[in-house]
């Protein structure tokens, strides 16, 4: 369904947009907000209890949107490799248990001493074989999510909306997916076309948004801003995910201190204000 003037019936809350929230006063905000769906992730998830998140979303009346994260796919130690996968499965199952179908993928930066890229996303690809079958069975698609540039180091070799559907489109869209995150991707001057590639292949997976402020503040991983407080155009970016039939969530996921200082309701006051007013 396409979003109308004052319609949050796509609008998700990543769970991390309001870290200071537990997860059952995150289910009673969202319900007070009217606020359908919330994007999950691992750690909290695995501190209260799966199932029991599981329940508690579920009798909430709300809809889990996506977990965060699996990936991190690149490192050459067997071990290493091994255990990653490992863990890959269990996030899989995880996903499984709380309902949703989207696994979203962080997947991995350069290994230590080396700047090989073509061959850390070649790693990725072999995970990628290996884990997209088990995902399947259990109703889950891994969403390959490309991170901006500046965290291609340490974090995550596919930097662009082109490279993260070059790894997908090796296997079946209803297995492999794709992410688009505003945050990462707003600089982009080809994501329009990545973004209609994405749709006609069936492959976008999940629309999040965060905006880009500067100057960035010190450690970038948690400078994203508030919807409307930097740079990003997201009517532009809605209109154009619009465009390809994708009707599914919207999820706002912000890494801000700031806003983890703030009372949660209030936050989440302004997230769907700052939607209605910016995004539809």
Known sequence: MTGVSGDLTRLSLNQETIKQWSLPELAEGCVKAGVPGVGLWRAPVQEYGVEAAARLIRDAGLAVTSLCRGGFFTAIDPAERAAALADNRAAIDEAATLGTDTLILVSGGLPPGSRDLPAARERIADALAELAPYAADRGVRLAIEPLHPMYASDRCVVSTLAQALDLAERFPADQVGVVVDTYHL??????????????????LASFQLADWITPL???????????????????????????TGFDGPIEVEIFNPALWARDGAEVLAEVADRYRTLVL
Do not use: K, N, S
């Open 186 to 203: 707003w600089w982009d001057d080809t994501v329009a076309d990545q973004i209609a590639r994405a749709g006609a292949g069936g492959r």
């Open 217 to 243: 503040p010190e450690g970038v991983l948690l400078g994203r801003g508030q919807l409307g407080d930097g740079a990003v155009d997201f009517r532009w970016f809605r209109e154009r995910v619009d465009a």
